[in-house]
């Protein structure tokens, strides 16, 4: 065995193993805006179906992450109308209460939009089509507008692909 050799193939080895974190490393601090460019680029566009926009006390009271009797009979009536299509939630981020409230933002986002997965699921909406929006930092800036959004997409886009995160 000629030493030289085998110690020329772990250098090699390290020089790859160098520029391939190297290359994660760059593709992982793209800043926000490019990073979306590049996800628009890579899914194709959906054929939206329906869509329906509440505000969050429709849905929601005050401070938790309960849903009221009205959203509970529109998610009935919506699935008499939009039935075997991909379903995309997505909740408001709300300004977190200086009190000390229970949850924080991103945990009453995460809450809601469950909550309102759940009842989808429980009145029927299949759960693999179910699609849950939320927020990508742990504190987002509140939406002036404290809304809830559900809107329901053609079932052959696939918006789980690896190439979207």
């Known amino acids: 065995m000629n030493a030289g050799r085998t110690t020329l193939s772990f250098l090699d080895l390290a020089l790859m193993l160098l520029s391939a974190f190297a290359y994660t490393h760059f593709v992982n601090i793209a800043d926000a805006e490019t990073q979306r460019k590049m996800a628009k680029a890579s899914v194709p566009p959906a054929a939206t179906l329906g869509s329906y926009n509440y505000t969050a006390s429709d849905f929601f009271g005050d401070s938790n992450a309960m849903l009221t009797d009205f959203a509970k009979t529109e998610i ?6 939009q039935q075997k299509q991909l379903l995309v939630i997505d ?5 977190e209460e200086p009190n000390g409230s229970r ?3 991103w945990e009453a986002v995460s809450a809601r939009t469950a909550a309102i ?4 699921e429980a009145a029927g909406q299949n759960g693999k089509m179910i699609v849950l929006k939320v927020p990508n930092k742990l504190v987002s800036k509140p939406s002036e507008k404290q809304t809830v959004q559900l809107t329901f997409l053609s079932p052959e886009i696939d918006l789980l ?3 979207e995160e």
Do not use: H, K
């Open 76 to 81: 009935a009536e919506i699935l008499t109308v």
């Open 91 to 95: 909740v408001a981020a709300a300004p």
């Open 103 to 105: 949850l924080r933002q």
């Open 117 to 120: 997965a759940d009842a989808f």
């Open 161 to 163: 692909s690896p190439n």
